[in-house]
């Protein structure tokens, strides 16, 4: 049997939690058609949907970014009950913003709308639309289990073509949720691209690392890169469209404004385990620090920034925010005080990019749809509520991705960021 051993408690007793995930952003609801291929030919883009869910709790959001934290922390260190080479949890509750990307499998396929996530390797589908056996389905005999603090996902192995707009990769290693398993906002599962040592362990028989969708996209010579492009654009309305962009085996240069700096990513652990990097934070013009030279990850399946405990009570100190812990669980400023705001600076591998206080703030057309004021000021940088010096200080989520271009590459185990048009941005 397979067992994928987790222990994250969910916030609903009703919704399952899967592999690990950016909770603002879990990646919602697409069509059973075709996904819309951007780039017909290498590297190969696909458009990411995305759409607000009114009434989403971000309190409880915030909640489940910081016991995701708290999980990938353990894992990454081994000290969980479980092995860190696990398949790691995501919380897929009571999201506010969903961005999702269609993948079908089989052949003829079946469109899935799957989940983006960098935490985790195994790519889950079934969940909402029915897995449909074709002729190139391989039923592998073994059943999946995955277990966590409040229950337990089962599901099978399969193997299957697994089409990426005009990406046909064969013999991909797959997880078929069994009938009845919950995901919300019509998500159909998880296509996983973060590190492949994270699908190891999953065999009793075999402890090898099953190869990611990715990592069989190079072998079969589809890619001539393991390069992973991710762009998220900035959530201003409550109207499903298309914004973002998901790109394999390379970047898409419309995407950017100006160059990519490349790092290597941190050797420092926990965050090695992950798309971990270095950096270091100051906030205005005073260059007052924030956090001092760290290692944390990017991780599409967070959605706020968290900062280590004492971090996060410098920036508190530094923008004059109080927390509203009733209603929405974040930073809250009077309007009158937004002026006064200043940007954060985070310095990765030597450059500077700047986070503008615009960028900071939930978009204020939405307060409402978040459980929030509309005369206040929300800020989207939270409390990662654990101290720094601990291997894993920071989590840029999706709300940081929102304003650069990532790049994430596992042959070479660099990581990439570049400024795009929305980096300035005066949305929110």
Known sequence: MYRLHHHIVPTSPNVLMLTSTFALLALALAAAAAPPVVVDKLPISLALTRRLKAGGSMKQLADTDRARARVLQSLGKGTSKTSKRSVFPV????EVV???????????????????????????VGAITPYNE??????????LEAEYGAGTFTGRAFQDTVTLGNLVVQKQFIGVADPGTIMPDGLDGILGMGPTDLNADLSLDDPSPSPTVTDN???QGLLDTYEIGIQFHPTTSDNGTVDGMLTFGGTNSSALNGTITTVPLTSTTPSSSFVGIDQSITYGTSGATILESTAGITDTGTALIL??????????????ATMDDVETGLLKLPASQYDNLQSLF?????QTFEFTKNAQIFPRSLNTDIGGDADSVYLIVGDLGTPSGEGLDFINGYAFMQRFYTVYNTQDSSFGIANTPFTFAEIN
């Open 91 to 94: 919380s897929l509750t009571n």
């Open 98 to 124: 969903s961005y999702s990307v269609s993948v079908g499998v089989g052949t003829p396929p079946t469109y899935h709308d799957l989940l983006l996530d960098t935490g985790s390797s195994l790519t889950w």
């Open 134 to 143: 074709t002729s190139s389905s391989v039923d592998i005999g073994e059943p």
């Open 217 to 219: 996209a190079f072998a």
């Open 307 to 320: 900062l280590a405990s004492d971090a996060f009570r410098k920036y508190m100190k530094a923008t004059g």
């Open 346 to 350: 985070f310095n990765i591998g030597g």
